[in-house]
């Protein structure tokens, strides 16, 4: 079965896509191959507010004009990645910028971002990052636009600001841990594609193992860090294949088979920002496939669009044997294949595990109206594969 028609664009490339148009004064063209999810239309809903003019035209979006600081606040919805995007870039121009959102958005801890913005006061800047986070890292580079600087980390992250800004004409050095920004004055408009989202395209293929539906999901986003969730799917038993396209993008497939699988999976703080939006899928898939999961060093799980640690285990403890940390959690042996009821939760991520719990233990759970803030098609999808139950 092929589900490619369910993905949507990659959030995080679609989000930096229309955010970084107000960098530049020429035009900018953004091609779409999917649906855009709501955190990505509050993303293309707020260059507007800039004074920028965006057309769209079969899924082709073009963006003109120069921006400007906004009479009114912006509203970011759900997306923590437009918050903090739209903060380097308030930062970058000097204006005061108001920035709101959702009630879970501004209830999060935004600190790291704060003390970071402390250090940009027009001069050169060399740090490290507080945290190792994508969305931390791309404030950094932003803000460095102007003067220049140096910023340190433990580990690589996702990717997509550094090809963004390259494609923009900006000079980053690489080195081992580090990258050096170069002044510039003037940003390039630029033209992307962006391809299928690997998280969402993650959560459809766990839910095709579950169902027993042989699935296959084409040109997804190929950055190497964002398919660590389906490497470590093959790890736990699944049978899954990576395939890379000739453009760049990457296929996956899967079928109802076993593989060999380890006895336990441990996860620490220098896997987390490869996976943290698919922990609480990782855990399920792995314990439901009778595979000890151990999780610590994620405490910053706690501050998403909800206590992922705590919603998690609430809805895989009726099933199974948990332990819950600071940090994170452990999850192991089956206790129950009796049905329990699921909360509900604004949670877009949550709602989706709970569905695939249910989905799982035979059980009956309607997912609500979140999904559209990653995954649109999120309760289509799951229609179309109990249709091709075998």
């Not at 580990?155 to 690489?174: C, W």
Request: aromatic fraction near 10%; glycine fraction near 8%; charged fraction near 25%.
């Amino acid at each position: 079965m092929d589900l490619s028609c369910f993905i949507p664009v990659d959030k995080s490339s679609a989000i930096r896509a229309f955010a970084f148009s107000l960098l530049t004064g020429s035009d900018v063209v953004i091609r779409l191959d999917g649906r855009l999810p709501f955190d990505v239309l509050s993303a293309c809903n707020s260059v507007k507010l800039f004074g920028k003019s965006v057309e769209e035209t079969d899924g082709c979006f073009t963006i003109r004009g120069r921006a400007s600081k906004p009479e009114k606040p912006v509203d970011c919805g759900n997306s923590a990645t437009l918050f903090h995007l739209l903060a380097a870039i308030s930062l970058h121009y000097g204006w005061d910028l108001e920035l709101t959102g959702d009630i879970s958005l501004m209830s999060r801890d935004h600190s790291d971002f704060y003390e970071a913005a402390k250090l940009y006061k027009g001069s050169f800047v060399e740090t490290s990052l507080a945290r190792e986070s994508a969305q931390l890292k791309s404030f950094h580079l932003i803000a460095m636009l102007g003067h220049g600087g140096i910023l340190h980390f433990k580990r690589g992250t996702r990717r997509n600001t550094e090809e963004l800004l390259k494609i923009m004409g900006v000079e980053l050095e690489e080195g081992d841990n580090c990258l050096k920004v170069l002044p510039v004055s003037e940003l390039e408009g630029y033209e992307v594609r962006l391809s299928g989202d690997p998280s969402a395209a993650f959560i459809a293929a766990c839910a095709a193992f579950v169902r027993k539906v042989p699935f296959c999901i084409r040109a997804l986003y190929g950055e190497a860090l964002r398919l660590r969730p389906f490497v470590i799917l093959k790890e736990l038993g699944y049978d899954l294949k990576i395939s890379k396209n000739d453009d760049g993008s990457v296929s996956v497939s899967g079928g109802p088979g076993e593989g060999k699988k380890m006895q336990t999976l441990k996860l620490d703080a220098d896997d987390v920002p490869e996976i943290i939006d698919e922990v609480p899928f990782v855990a399920f898939m792995a314990a439901r496939n009778g595979i000890r999961f151990s999780l610590h060093g994620a405490s910053w799980l706690r501050n998403k669009e909800s206590d992922r640690i705590s919603e998690t285990l609430c809805r895989l403890q009726p099933f199974f044997k948990t332990i819950e940390y600071d940090d994170g959690f452990e999850i192991f042996e089956k206790i129950s294949n009796e049905y329990t009821v699921l909360p509900h939760s604004c949670d877009h991520r949550m709602e989706m595990l709970s569905k695939l719990v249910a989905l799982d233990f035979n059980g009956v759970f309607e997912a609500n109206g979140s999904c559209a803030v990653s995954f649109p098609e999120f309760n289509g999808l799951i229609m179309e594969l109990e249709k091709n139950v075998r």
